[in-house]
């Protein structure tokens, strides 16, 4: 190992995120290494649900409709994310699951395009917005399809005259590999083509830039990066020049013009509120509200550069277990690379399983992937040598090869 | 007033279901008839939702997807809400909100209708019911389309080879009228289409029986009568003989055979699986949980027999209201009434703010309904006595006539 325990431990002390540590609750003895997957907890988030469940619904009952905002809460909460996505106000609403999200941008892209047919996407992509792009073209009238690529690479010759949209995830959910959101955006807005971005694993990560490069829609979750909790609702991205004329399948009464008017017929109203489909999570909403209190003290550039350290330090680290027959996954381009690590290994599912034994959290993806993903807000670069550290010696010593970690199995 | 208070302390005293009121938060000097719309807070719910958010999630993180069975709970919650609707298990599931469900609901149906192309529904069901069956009818190949009826009467007259399937609110969330769920569900089957039920206004306010009448599918959610909290989760409930060919286009990776096996292409499991799309809200869940515990002690017997002599108490109380020009919307046959009772008049508007203000909740609904809410479990016969009382008093007193009580405005 190159860098030493005392250099990671100077570069925490010279850490201006550090501070932030103390903003989240984090188990004795472990580290936390799957932030990407489910954020760590808030410490304030408790009192706030709290308060939400004990006073806004034990106490104050429907009154908080209005008096404690919760029926403009997909706004006000859209409005403070959006600018963790470069995007303007009125183009962000918090509402629903990712999945649900993809349907409407989907289906409201296929509408935009009439005449076009096809949903381009990556065949490695996160599967259930493959599954999601699926289900919306087998439903849209004339019969849209979700055709493949390998990699967006093949995008040069696959965009065409029948290409309605292209769907990519910023940040691969298992490479950890950043596509260049700028140029593709071009690119397919070039072939006349909509861009619907998911960002799942990039929000909180590193800045988002949609509004400056001209993106047309983005989804994405806020229970990763963003720490808001186990499935708290996620958000859209809808770029304003298509608000007027796009138009949504899941018509709930949240997106009419006049939802207490009561009529029977839909009307969206103008602007982004036309995404919204129904009721929100009031309680997961809470659990977003407070965290979002915490990622609008924060420079997203300080993020990206603490990101990039930490997964470069990561993968300086591990480099030389390649004699363990480790092999590093994701870029070591800066520009192409998000804030994980994957690695490939074929007993990848016994290492991680002797890792967590450890008190070191990664996680494991089908068939030969383990991820470590890297959260700024909360990580150290002394955890992060003393993951690597654990990792040699889980390897070194062939622990993994217990039976207790053998099993090849279900993992999150 | 026929029934005095005195006779009520008495029913009170000899009530069954009394004991359960300590099971919930009654806000100090509040007469709740409004949990028709949103139910009070379970007294043990703050301690389950803080042990999800600090334990769960705060301390075991993403192990909870299987230690704490995350990854089950929409059908373990499924398998507990099912009793409620006279479903065996592995015909409910947990998930979403009650409009996508309907949207996952109504595209299933219209797919098991080959060939014919309308829905069904009424004119004066929840809007959001209608917006969602046109947004589904829209984008469904072979162009559907919904009808909509002045009343569930006209079905023998508009039944026919082209209907696909009929969409119904067993309890009118305006009126309280309860359809006749046996004889509809007959009629509609009859005549070759699916019967979609939808129970919000109905679940946890009377029995319901959807397998003992061969019901198709129904949708309702959890925020009313089963005191889960905002926009907690709802559930929808598939006819097992249905399960094998029913397809539903939010095909999410939480429907897919092998979630984990992360193929490109969408496998729908086996069973009612096949109709979750993704990430379950953890926090809306625990509230479930929660309030779940409270309902497996019920007997729903006794609720509707209760809510029956709620609602005819309140009837008999605010009859001679009509000299003020009250009038009394709800059916006052016993079978024809859910848990609510709907008051007509020209200035409801003011006449439930003025109500609000002396501490008695009800709501109002555009262009002159006053709905009021009787729930079994937290409501005594001495507070409904008090509330029309009351009511009476504004009316007599004409206070309602005050400015701050005058604006016709958006209520809940």
Redesign the interface.
């Known amino acids: 190992m190159t860098t030493t325990r005392e250099e990671c431990a100077a570069l925490d002390a010279a850490d201006p995120l550090a501070p932030f540590r103390a903003e989240f609750?984090l188990?004795e003895g472990?580290i936390?290494l799957?932030g990407n997957?489910?954020g760590?907890?808030p410490a304030r988030?408790?009192e706030r649900?709290?308060q939400v469940?004990?006073q806004?619904?034990?106490?104050q009952?429907?009154r908080?409709?209005?008096e404690a905002g919760?029926f403009a809460k997909p706004h006000t909460l859209g409005a403070r994310v959006a600018p963790l996505l470069g995007a303007a106000a009125g183009q962000v609403v918090v509402c629903?699951?990712?999945?649900?999200n993809l349907?409407k941008v989907l289906?409201a892209a296929l509408g935009l395009r009439p005449g076009r047919s096809t949903v381009l996407a990556e065949?490695?992509?996160?599967?259930?917005d493959?599954?999601?792009a699926?289900?919306?073209s087998?439903?849209?009238?004339g019969?849209a399809r979700t055709e493949?690529l390998d990699s967006a690479d093949q995008l040069a010759d696959r965009l065409g005259p029948d290409t309605a949209v292209v769907l990519l995830s910023l940040v691969d959910y298992r490479t950890g590999e950043l596509l260049d959101l700028p140029a593709i955006t071009r690119q397919v807005q070039a072939a006349g083509a909509l861009m619907v971005w998911d960002v799942c694993h990039a929000v909180g990560a590193l800045p988002i830039e949609l509004d400056a490069n001209g993106v047309d829609f983005a989804v994405g979750?806020t229970?990763k990066y963003l720490n808001s909790?186990?499935?708290?609702?996620a958000f859209l991205y809808v770029a304003e020049r298509h608000l007027a004329a796009a138009e949504?399948?899941?018509?709930?009464?949240?997106?009419?013009a006049k939802?207490?008017?009561?009529?029977?017929?839909?009307r969206p109203v103008d602007g982004i509120g036309r995404f919204l489909?129904?009721?929100?999570?009031?309680?997961?909403?809470?659990?977003l509200e407070s965290s979002l209190e915490i990622w609008e003290q924060v420079d997203l550039a300080e993020v990206r550069a603490k990101s990039l350290a930490l997964t470069e330090l990561f993968i300086e680290l591990v480099d030389p277990l390649a004699k363990y027959g480790v092999e590093v996954v994701t870029p070591r381009e800066r520009a192409r690379r998000g804030s994980q690590v994957a690695l490939r290994h074929p007993d990848g599912y016994p290492v991680v399983q002797a890792l967590i034994a450890r008190g070191v959290?990664g996680?494991f993806?089908?068939p030969d992937l383990m991820r470590f993903g890297f959260t700024p807000l909360y990580l150290s670069y002394t955890e992060v040598w003393d993951a690597a550290r654990q990792l040699a010696e889980v390897l070194e010593s062939e622990e993994w090869r217990e039976e207790q970690f053998g099993r090849r199995g279900?993992?999150?």
Chains 1, 2 share one sequence.
């Open positions: 609750v188990p472990l936390y799957d997957s489910l760590v907890l988030t408790p649900v709290r469940v004990e806004e619904w034990g106490q009952l429907i908080s409709w209005n919760w629903d699951t990712t999945s649900v349907f289906a065949r490695a992509a996160f599967p259930t493959l599954y999601i699926e289900g919306v087998a439903l849209a009238g019969g493949l979750c229970y909790g186990p499935g708290s609702p949504q399948p899941l018509s709930g009464w949240f997106g009419h939802p207490f008017d009561f009529e029977p017929g839909y489909t129904s009721s929100p999570s009031l309680l997961g909403q809470a659990a959290v996680d993806r089908a279900e993992v999150t």
